[in-house]
Protein backbone atom coordinates (compact mmCIF):
# COMPACT_ATOMS: atom_id res chain seq x y z
CA UNK A 1 0.00 0.00 0.00
CA UNK A 2 1.27 3.54 -0.69
CA UNK A 3 1.73 6.23 1.61
CA UNK A 4 -0.86 9.28 1.71
CA UNK A 5 0.07 11.89 -0.16
CA UNK A 6 0.87 15.14 1.56
CA UNK A 7 -1.79 17.35 -0.07
CA UNK A 8 -3.94 16.35 -2.98
CA UNK A 9 -4.14 18.32 -6.02
CA UNK A 10 -6.27 19.46 -8.14
CA UNK A 11 -5.39 20.93 -11.80
CA UNK A 12 -7.36 22.80 -14.13
CA UNK A 13 -5.83 23.69 -17.84
CA UNK A 14 -7.41 26.66 -19.42
CA UNK A 15 -6.99 28.89 -22.96
CA UNK A 16 -5.41 32.28 -22.28
CA UNK A 17 -8.66 33.84 -23.12
CA UNK A 18 -10.10 36.44 -20.50
CA UNK A 19 -13.76 34.50 -21.01
CA UNK A 20 -11.94 31.54 -19.01
CA UNK A 21 -10.91 33.48 -16.21
CA UNK A 22 -14.48 32.97 -14.64
CA UNK A 23 -14.44 29.16 -14.48
CA UNK A 24 -10.36 29.49 -12.70
CA UNK A 25 -12.26 31.81 -10.36
CA UNK A 26 -15.77 29.49 -9.78
CA UNK A 27 -12.99 26.28 -9.54
CA UNK A 28 -11.17 27.98 -6.79
CA UNK A 29 -14.24 28.76 -4.80
CA UNK A 30 -15.47 25.79 -4.64
CA UNK A 31 -12.42 23.97 -3.30
CA UNK A 32 -11.76 26.75 -0.91
CA UNK A 33 -15.48 25.83 -0.12
CA UNK A 34 -14.85 22.68 0.63
CA UNK A 35 -11.69 23.27 2.58
CA UNK A 36 -13.58 25.24 5.33
CA UNK A 37 -12.70 28.86 4.49
CA UNK A 38 -15.02 31.59 5.15
CA UNK A 39 -16.68 33.73 2.98
CA UNK A 40 -14.31 36.89 2.87
CA UNK A 41 -11.44 34.44 2.44
CA UNK A 42 -12.97 32.48 -0.57
CA UNK A 43 -13.94 36.11 -1.87
CA UNK A 44 -9.90 36.94 -1.32
CA UNK A 45 -8.66 33.89 -2.95
CA UNK A 46 -10.90 34.50 -5.86
CA UNK A 47 -9.17 37.87 -6.31
CA UNK A 48 -6.32 36.93 -6.42
CA UNK A 49 -6.86 33.99 -8.73
CA UNK A 50 -8.27 36.38 -10.69
CA UNK A 51 -5.75 39.08 -10.92
CA UNK A 52 -2.75 36.54 -11.43
CA UNK A 53 -5.04 34.36 -14.49
CA UNK A 54 -5.58 38.06 -16.37
CA UNK A 55 -2.13 38.91 -15.85
CA UNK A 56 -1.43 35.95 -18.17
CA UNK A 57 -4.26 36.82 -20.53
CA UNK A 58 -3.18 40.25 -21.03
CA UNK A 59 1.31 39.52 -21.08
CA UNK A 60 2.11 36.14 -20.63
CA UNK A 61 1.84 35.43 -24.75
CA UNK A 62 1.23 38.38 -26.80
CA UNK A 63 0.85 37.94 -30.40
CA UNK A 64 1.95 34.85 -30.16
CA UNK A 65 -2.01 33.93 -29.52
CA UNK A 66 -3.93 31.95 -26.97
CA UNK A 67 -2.05 29.05 -25.75
CA UNK A 68 -3.04 27.51 -22.61
CA UNK A 69 -2.47 28.14 -19.00
CA UNK A 70 -2.29 25.83 -15.99
CA UNK A 71 -3.89 26.29 -12.13
CA UNK A 72 -2.69 23.83 -9.27
CA UNK A 73 -4.64 23.74 -6.12
CA UNK A 74 -2.60 22.07 -3.75
CA UNK A 75 -5.05 21.26 -0.77
CA UNK A 76 -3.33 20.47 2.62
CA UNK A 77 -4.68 20.36 5.85
CA UNK A 78 -3.57 24.14 6.92
CA UNK A 79 -3.44 25.53 3.52
CA UNK A 80 -4.56 26.14 0.07
CA UNK A 81 -1.48 26.61 -1.83
CA UNK A 82 -2.32 28.04 -5.77
CA UNK A 83 -0.21 28.29 -8.89
CA UNK A 84 -1.03 30.06 -11.60
CA UNK A 85 1.60 28.97 -14.15
CA UNK A 86 2.36 29.89 -17.75
CA UNK A 87 4.63 28.78 -20.43
CA UNK A 88 4.74 32.57 -21.85
CA UNK A 89 7.42 35.22 -21.94
CA UNK A 90 8.32 36.22 -18.16
CA UNK A 91 9.32 39.69 -17.10
CA UNK A 92 12.31 39.37 -15.23
CA UNK A 93 10.85 39.80 -11.41
CA UNK A 94 13.59 40.56 -9.27
CA UNK A 95 14.60 43.58 -11.58
CA UNK A 96 11.11 45.16 -11.89
CA UNK A 97 10.29 44.48 -8.13
CA UNK A 98 11.69 47.48 -7.29
CA UNK A 99 9.84 49.19 -10.19
CA UNK A 100 6.31 48.03 -8.83
CA UNK A 101 5.16 50.70 -6.32
CA UNK A 102 2.48 49.01 -4.71
CA UNK A 103 4.92 45.94 -3.16
CA UNK A 104 6.27 48.30 -1.42
CA UNK A 105 5.18 49.28 2.04
CA UNK A 106 6.06 52.79 1.84
CA UNK A 107 4.17 53.76 -0.94
CA UNK A 108 0.59 55.33 -0.61
CA UNK A 109 -1.93 53.52 -3.22
CA UNK A 110 -2.78 56.33 -4.75
CA UNK A 111 1.08 56.21 -6.32
CA UNK A 112 0.21 52.83 -7.97
CA UNK A 113 1.36 52.66 -11.50
CA UNK A 114 -0.78 51.07 -14.47
CA UNK A 115 0.97 47.64 -14.20
CA UNK A 116 1.26 46.78 -10.23
CA UNK A 117 -2.33 46.56 -8.72
CA UNK A 118 -2.64 43.17 -9.79
CA UNK A 119 0.50 41.93 -7.89
CA UNK A 120 -0.30 44.55 -5.04
CA UNK A 121 -3.51 43.06 -4.71
CA UNK A 122 -2.75 39.61 -4.63
CA UNK A 123 0.19 40.15 -2.00
CA UNK A 124 -1.91 42.26 0.02
CA UNK A 125 -5.06 39.17 0.06
CA UNK A 126 -2.81 36.23 0.05
CA UNK A 127 -0.72 34.93 3.22
CA UNK A 128 2.56 34.07 0.76
CA UNK A 129 3.13 34.81 -2.77
CA UNK A 130 6.09 33.47 -4.88
CA UNK A 131 6.75 34.39 -8.23
CA UNK A 132 9.29 32.34 -10.55
CA UNK A 133 10.25 33.56 -13.75
CA UNK A 134 12.44 30.41 -15.47
CA UNK A 135 10.13 28.73 -18.67
CA UNK A 136 7.36 31.42 -18.36
CA UNK A 137 5.78 32.54 -14.97
CA UNK A 138 4.59 30.71 -11.89
CA UNK A 139 2.87 32.78 -9.43
CA UNK A 140 2.43 30.62 -5.98
CA UNK A 141 -0.35 31.76 -3.82
CA UNK A 142 -0.76 30.20 -0.14
CA UNK A 143 -3.63 31.19 1.97
CA UNK A 144 -3.59 29.70 5.66
CA UNK A 145 -6.59 28.09 7.11
CA UNK A 146 -7.88 29.11 10.05
CA UNK A 147 -10.21 26.34 11.99
CA UNK A 148 -11.57 28.45 14.64
CA UNK A 149 -10.09 31.72 16.32
CA UNK A 150 -9.93 29.78 19.48
CA UNK A 151 -6.85 27.98 21.16
CA UNK A 152 -7.08 24.40 21.51
CA UNK A 153 -4.20 25.14 24.30
CA UNK A 154 -6.02 24.71 27.53
CA UNK A 155 -3.48 27.18 28.97
CA UNK A 156 -4.78 30.00 27.32
CA UNK A 157 -7.97 29.70 29.72
CA UNK A 158 -7.38 31.65 32.73
CA UNK A 159 -10.12 30.53 36.03
CA UNK A 160 -11.08 33.34 37.89
CA UNK A 161 -12.03 33.25 41.36
CA UNK A 162 -15.44 34.34 42.69
Known amino acids: MGQKPEAEVIELTLPARSEYVSIA ?7 ANRMGFGYEEIED ?29 RLYSD ?7 DRG ?14 IRVDIDIDEVVEGGLGLYLIHSVMDEVRVTT ?5 VAMTKYLRQDE ?5 RSITKTEA
Open 25 to 31: RLTVSGV
Open 45 to 73: IKLAVAEACTNVVEHAYGEQGWEPFRILC
Open 79 to 85: RLVIEVI
Open 89 to 102: KGFGFDEKRDGLKP
Open 134 to 138: EDGVK
Open 150 to 154: VSSDD
